[in-house]
C-alpha cells in the first residue's frame, strides 16, 4: 500500500476539526472516510484537532467522541490506514491503546520542536503495539535547521518510522523548508515527511519544495480544511503530482469527486487567507496569542501586529502568554515594572 | 514610482470582474483604488474583465460604463498609475484613446500566445499616445518556450515596454514557469512579467520561481478576485516578499487592511479551488469549454474530464469549440462522421 514515492495522510478529519468547532459527526467521518479508502489514500488522520484527548474546555469539546469517529473510520476502511495525533501533555498513553485497540494503525507523536524529548515514551508505546509511528515536530520555523536536527535524531532515536517537519504556523518560506528537508534527509536513515500550512500562500510551494529535497510523507487536507488557512488542499496535490509524473497511488477523479461532494458541504464557509491567518504566517507565531494580542494593542494603543511580529522576532512559545503585555508595554516606551 | 524591485499590478478591480460578474460599481472601485493608492501600489488595472469593450452578451455586460470606472479611478489616485486591458478584436482603438483620455497610464494589449501579431496596432498607439505598453501573452502554457520567445519577439518589435507570460489556465507548473521567464530574461531587452493562475494552487509558486528567473512586473488581485480560482493573493505576495527582503514599496499593513476591510465585503463568497477551477487548471484548457465538455460527456455517457484533458493534449483553441464534440465522440469509441 504504501510503495509509491510520496505517501500522503489525509488530515481534513483530524487538523480541519479546529476549522469546525470539533463537530465532526460519525456520519460525516463514516462517508469522507469511506471516499478517501476508495480513492487509495494511504493514511487516514482522525483525532481532535489537539490530538487525542484534546475534547476539554481549554481545546473546545468534541461534538462526538473522537473514539466513536476512530472506530467508525476502521470500520469504514479497505485500503487506507486511519492514523491518530497524540500531543504528550494533552494525550495520555490510556487513549493511545483504545484508538490502538479501535484499530489505528499509525500513531503520530507531536512536540514543540524543541521538546522531542518528550514525545519518547509515546513512540516506544506505539512501536510496542506495533503501530507504524511518527515524530511531528510542531512550530519548525522557530529554530534553525541544526536544531531540528538534533530534535529529529531524538525522535529517531526512540524509533519513529518517520520524522515530519511540521510548519504549524505556515511561516517558512521555500528556501528554508529546503534548507530543513535537505538536512534532515542527509543525516536521519528514517522516513523524512512535511506538514505545511497555507497562511503565506506557500502551502504548494513548500510540499513540492520538501518533494523535491526528498521528503516522502505528505499531509494534505482535502478543500483546505485545516486550522488556521488549512493545508495543501489534497486534491489539488494529487493532481499537480499526477502532472509531473510523481506516483501517489491515489485516484485523482475520485479526489477531486469527493472534495466537492462530501467536505465542501461540510465547511461552514470555504477557507481563504484572510487577515488573521496571514498576520500569523507573516509574524510566524501561534494562533492562541492572537487575541491576547489585540487585547494588549488596544490597551497601549499599538498596531497588533507590531506586538505580534516582535514576538515572532523573540521565539516566544506557547505558555508564554505573559510575555505579550511585556512586549507590547516595551513597545509602547514604557519600562517593565 | 516604479524604481522597485518587483513592481506590482493590482488586478482585482479588472480580472476580479469575473468573479462577481462585471458588477463593479462606482462606489466600490473608488473606495479601493483610494486604499491601493494610498498603500502606494504602483498599477491598478480598471477594465471589464475581458478588457476595454468587454461589456457584451458574450462577455457580459457591465452594471457600470468601464469608462465612469477608469475616470473614478484616476480621479481617486495621487501614487498608482491606471492601467487597462485590451484584447485586440474586443477592444478597439477607440476605446483605448477614450480611456487615455481619461488619464489610463498604462495599456496591456493581451493576446492568444501564438497571435502576438495582432497586438501591433494596439501597441503602438500605446506608445504614440506616451502609455507605458506591455504586451500580455495568455495561455502561456499551450506552447514551448521557444515559440513563446518568439511571440514575445513580436511584442517587443512593436514597442512593447514590458512582455508578460501569462498563465490564463493556471496550468503552468514552476519549473515550466522558469523555463520560459529565463527565456524571455535572457533574449528580450524589455521587462519580463507574469500573472498566475490558482487553480493549481500554484500561483504563488509560480509567481516567485517567475521572480527568482528575473521577472520585475507581477500581478496579484487582492484576496484572489480574479477568475478562476483567482490569481496571486496580492496582500500575501507582498508579505512574502517583504520576508524575503525584497522590494516592492508598498505598505504590507495597508493591503492587509483593505484586503479585509473592502475587498472581502465585495465577494459574494471567498474564492476557493473547485472542482471546476481545478479541472480547468489540470488539463490546460478555457473555462469556455467546461460547459460544453459536460454536456458532450453527458450525450457519449464519459467522464467531462476525459474530453477536458484530451482537448489540452490537442492544444485546441477558444473558437475551436467544435472540436469539443469531435473529440467526445472518438473517445466514445464512434468514428466521425
Same mark, same amino acid.
Do not use: W
Given at each position: 500500500?504504501?510503495?509509491?514515492?510520496?505517501?500522503?495522510?489525509?488530515?481534513?478529519?483530524?487538523?480541519?476539526?479546529?476549522?469546525?468547532?470539533?463537530?465532526?459527526?460519525?456520519?460525516?467521518?463514516?462517508?469522507?472516510?469511506?471516499?478517501?479508502?476508495?480513492?487509495?489514500?494511504?493514511?487516514?488522520?482522525?483525532?481532535?484537532?489537539?490530538?487525542?484527548?484534546?475534547?476539554?474546555?481549554?481545546?473546545?469539546?468534541?461534538?462526538?467522541?473522537?473514539? *466513536?469517529?476512530?472506530?467508525?473510520?476502521?470500520?469504514?476502511?479497505?485500503?487506507?490506514? =486511519?492514523?491518530?495525533? &497524540?500531543?504528550?501533555?494533552?494525550?495520555?498513553?490510556?487513549?493511545? *491503546?483504545? !484508538?490502538?485497540? &479501535?484499530?489505528?494503525?499509525?500513531?503520530?507523536?507531536?512536540?514543540?520542536?524543541?521538546?522531542?524529548?518528550?514525545?519518547? #515514551?509515546?513512540?516506544?508505546?506505539?512501536? %510496542? &503495539?506495533?503501530?507504524?509511528?511518527?515524530?511531528?515536530?510542531?512550530?519548525?520555523?522557530?529554530?534553525?535547521?541544526?536544531?531540528?536536527?538534533? #530534535?529529529?535524531?531524538?525522535?529517531?532515536?526512540?524509533?519513529?518510522?518517520?520524522?515530519?517537519?511540521?510548519?504549524?504556523?505556515?511561516?517558512?518560506?521555500?528556501? %528554508?523548508?529546503?534548507?530543513?528537508?535537505?538536512?534532515?534527509?542527509?543525516?536521519?536513515?528514517?522516513?523524512?515527511?512535511?506538514?505545511?500550512?497555507?497562511?503565506?500562500?506557500?502551502?504548494?510551494?513548500?510540499?513540492? !519544495?520538501?518533494?523535491?529535497? $526528498?521528503?516522502?510523507?505528505?499531509? $494534505?487536507?482535502?478543500?483546505?480544511? $485545516?486550522? $488556521?488557512?488549512?493545508?495543501?488542499?489534497?486534491?489539488?496535490?494529487?493532481?499537480?503530482? %499526477?502532472?509531473?509524473?510523481?506516483?501517489?497511488? =491515489?485516484?485523482?477523479?475520485?479526489?477531486?469527486?469527493? !472534495?466537492?461532494?462530501?467536505?465542501?458541504?461540510?465547511?461552514?464557509?470555504?477557507?481563504?487567507?484572510? *487577515?488573521?491567518?496571514?498576520?500569523?504566517?507573516?509574524?510566524?507565531?501561534?494562533?492562541?496569542? &492572537?487575541?491576547?494580542?489585540?487585547?494588549?494593542?488596544?490597551?497601549?494603543?499599538?498596531?497588533?501586529?507590531?506586538?505580534?511580529?516582535?514576538?515572532?522576532?523573540?521565539?516566544?512559545?506557547?505558555?508564554? %502568554?505573559?510575555?505579550? =503585555?511585556?512586549? !507590547?508595554?516595551?513597545?509602547?516606551?514604557?519600562?517593565?515594572?
Amino acid at each position: 500500500m504504501i510503495n509509491k514515492e510520496t505517501v500522503v495522510t489525509e488530515v481534513a478529519l483530524r487538523d480541519g476539526s479546529h476549522a469546525i468547532s470539533h463537530s465532526f459527526t460519525v456520519d460525516q467521518v463514516t462517508q469522507v472516510v469511506k471516499a478517501l479508502d476508495d480513492a487509495n489514500v494511504p493514511f487516514i488522520e482522525v483525532s481532535h484537532g489537539d490530538g487525542l484527548g484534546g475534547s476539554s474546555i481549554q481545546y473546545g469539546f468534541s461534538k462526538t467522541d473522537e473514539m *466513536k469517529l476512530i472506530e467508525a473510520s476502521v470500520g469504514s476502511t479497505k485500503n487506507s490506514a =486511519i492514523s491518530v495525533l &497524540l500531543l504528550p501533555g494533552i494525550g495520555t498513553v490510556k487513549e493511545l *491503546k483504545e !484508538a490502538h485497540q &479501535l484499530g489505528a494503525k499509525m500513531v503520530r507523536v507531536a512536540t514543540h520542536v524543541t521538546e522531542a524529548d518528550v514525545s519518547k #515514551q509515546h513512540i516506544s508505546l506505539g512501536k %510496542e &503495539l506495533g503501530m507504524e509511528t511518527v515524530g511531528f515536530l510542531m512550530m519548525s520555523h522557530m529554530v534553525p535547521a541544526e536544531k531540528l536536527l538534533e #530534535q529529529a535524531q531524538l525522535m529517531e532515536s526512540y524509533g519513529a518510522d518517520t520524522v515530519y517537519v511540521v510548519d504549524s504556523a505556515g511561516a517558512l518560506l521555500p528556501h %528554508e523548508v529546503r534548507t530543513r528537508i535537505k538536512l534532515l534527509k542527509e543525516n536521519l536513515t528514517v522516513n523524512v515527511g512535511f506538514h505545511a500550512h497555507n497562511n503565506l500562500s506557500l502551502a504548494m510551494a513548500n510540499t513540492l !519544495a520538501a518533494i523535491e529535497e $526528498g521528503a516522502t510523507r505528505i499531509d $494534505g487536507s482535502v478543500r483546505c480544511l $485545516g486550522a $488556521g488557512a488549512g493545508n495543501t488542499q489534497t486534491e489539488v496535490l494529487v493532481s499537480v503530482l %499526477e502532472r509531473m509524473n510523481i506516483q501517489t497511488g =491515489i485516484d485523482v477523479y475520485k479526489m477531486m469527486d469527493l !472534495a466537492e461532494e462530501l467536505v465542501a458541504p461540510i465547511l461552514p464557509e470555504p477557507q481563504e487567507i484572510t *487577515k488573521g491567518s496571514l498576520v500569523l504566517g507573516y509574524a510566524g507565531v501561534y494562533s492562541s496569542f &492572537l487575541l491576547h494580542a489585540y487585547r494588549a494593542a488596544e490597551k497601549y494603543h499599538l498596531d497588533p501586529r507590531d506586538i505580534l511580529i516582535e514576538l515572532g522576532n523573540r521565539k516566544v512559545v506557547g505558555g508564554q %502568554e505573559d510575555m505579550i =503585555i511585556d512586549v !507590547a508595554s516595551e513597545l509602547a516606551g514604557y519600562k517593565i515594572s
